[in-house]
């Protein structure tokens, strides 16, 4: 992967042991970092006088009161009460929130889309954003969001947070740099990004035109499943997540923080930038997933499991067993069972299921779900192979098989997902979708035996 040089002004923790390229190790993990040598408060919080002229702040991702709370001390040139004046609402025009239900939209159907274009006019992470579904309702913190990226342009003096929820970016072309409050994340397709409710960023790109999927969950946050039976080993093991190490910018400049809050887009001119975290400590912080790292597990005898134990992330939901999102990856692995139909059976979910494709070709759909795609199955709505994939998985040889080069993922959620107007009357519908399972035959003749 080629690194490149932070952007001129910023200031980046030394690594340190257990520190690789930039990044910490763990997940969840209460981590400390410093930019400066002493600037963490050690033995305490918050100090009558922080060293260097720093201010003490937490950045809170959950009540006090919660068992394991989120939170994160800050040691900081400016409070952030310093990074904000006096809003002004501003429009955004394609990135919604729930609830958002248009009139004149079916969200009942089977959905998919070809690779949405790249824009020839500059986007930045905030213009960029579009829409595809809404589940659950942002004011009451359950649900989802689901939207694609299209971005060719670096934020310059500008900077975002939500309010609303944390992001799960899932790139799919190009690569993005995100400077935020508490270090630097570069990102790339076949890695994944967490960014927390609240964080303060700015993103630039570092190869584009970028395209790529985000999951804005505004529920609980993402934590690794419970892994029941599986043990402590293989899926996604916590090693593997990378947390940046601190890195702040002490920079004046006439600039400019947009805020999501409830749906609404707001903007506050400020004269420096925002990003001056010179040290932090504490569990809720952005971080990193390099996809290549999750070890599948599945069946090595007989039948194909659920899906369920190719689960990345998991946001959960008041209901046991029933995710507010599950974030799901389908990537290369072995097929061996004996005696079974190999591919994902044929089903109807109460979750609903949207899927895209990162690279490569998806077993249960040999054609026309491309690279850059994505499809929607909603809530109790029947879906599983094509004729091609059915056909081909019920006379092939069951030797082992190696899926080799692929990688698709899936947003899944107890909600409903509705469609944005944009998906439904802008964004490129395969209108002939439904049809890849009209030509399934009725094979049943009455009379016994596997036919």
């Known amino acids: 992967m080629t690194h490149h040089a932070l952007p001129a002004g910023m200031v980046r923790a030394v690594t340190h042991a257990g520190a690789h390229e930039g990044y910490m190790p763990g997940f969840a993990n209460d981590f400390e970092t410093e930019a400066l040598a002493g600037a963490l408060p050690q033995g305490q919080n918050s100090p009558q006088k922080c060293n260097y002229g720093l201010y003490a702040e937490q950045l809170s991702g959950s009540a006090f009161t919660k068992p394991q709370p989120e939170r994160t001390w800050c040691y900081r040139i400016r409070p952030s009460v310093k990074h904000t004046t006096r809003f002004a609402r501003i429009d955004v025009p394609y990135w919604k929130s729930a609830p958002h239900v248009i009139a004149d939209v079916t969200s009942l159907g089977q959905y998919r889309w ?13 213009t960029g954003m579009r829409t595809v579904t809404t589940a659950g309702d942002v004011n009451t913190q359950t649900g989802m969001a689901s939207h694609i990226y299209l971005v060719t342009a670096s934020m310059k003096d500008e900077y975002f947070y939500s309010a609303d929820g944390e992001l799960l970016v899932v790139p799919q072309e190009g690569r993005l740099r995100f400077c935020t409050e508490l270090g630097v994340i570069d990102l790339e397709p076949k890695e994944i990004a967490v960014l927390p409710r609240g964080l303060v960023y700015r993103v630039e790109v570092l190869d584009g035109p970028a395209r790529g999927f985000v999951c804005e969950n505004y529920g609980v946050p993402f934590v690794l499943p419970n892994r029941g039976p599986i043990g402590a080993n293989c899926l996604a093991n916590p090693r593997d997540f990378k947390t940046p190490v601190a890195a702040f910018e002490d920079r004046t400049a006439p600039s400019r923080v947009i805020l999501k809050w409830c749906g609404q887009f707001h903007v506050t001119p400020i004269d420096h930038s925002p990003l001056d975290v010179v040290a932090w400590h ?10 290549r790292t999750y070890a599948p597990v599945g069946a090595i005898l007989f039948d194909h499991p659920d899906p369920s134990i190719f689960t990345v992330l998991t946001a959960p939901s008041g ?13 290369e692995r072995w097929l061996v069972a004996e005696h079974s139909f190999r591919p994902p059976w044929y089903h109807k979910n109460v979750m609903s299921e949207l899927m895209g494709n990162i690279y490569g070709i998806y077993d249960a759909k040999p054609q026309g779900f491309v690279p850059g795609g994505m499809s929607l199955h909603n809530c109790m709505l029947p879906h599983g192979p094509d004729r091609n994939a059915f056909e081909g998985a019920s006379d092939a040889e069951l030797k082992p098989e190696k899926l080799d080069e692929t990688m698709s993922f899936m947003f899944e959620t107890r909600f409903p997902q509705h469609l944005t107007e944009w998906a439904a009357k802008s964004a490129p519908m395969q209108e002939d979708y439904i049809d890849c399972w009209a030509s399934l035959e009725k094979k049943f003749d009455g009379t016994p035996g596997v036919k």
Not at 319 to 330: K, W, Y
């Open 114 to 126: 070809d690779p949405v274009p790249h824009a020839k006019e500059d986007l930045t992470w905030v």
């Open 282 to 291: 504490g569990n809720y912080a952005p971080y990193k997933y390099d996809l």
């Open 319 to 331: 209901l046991e067993g029933t995710a507010n999102i599950d974030f799901v990856l389908f990537r």
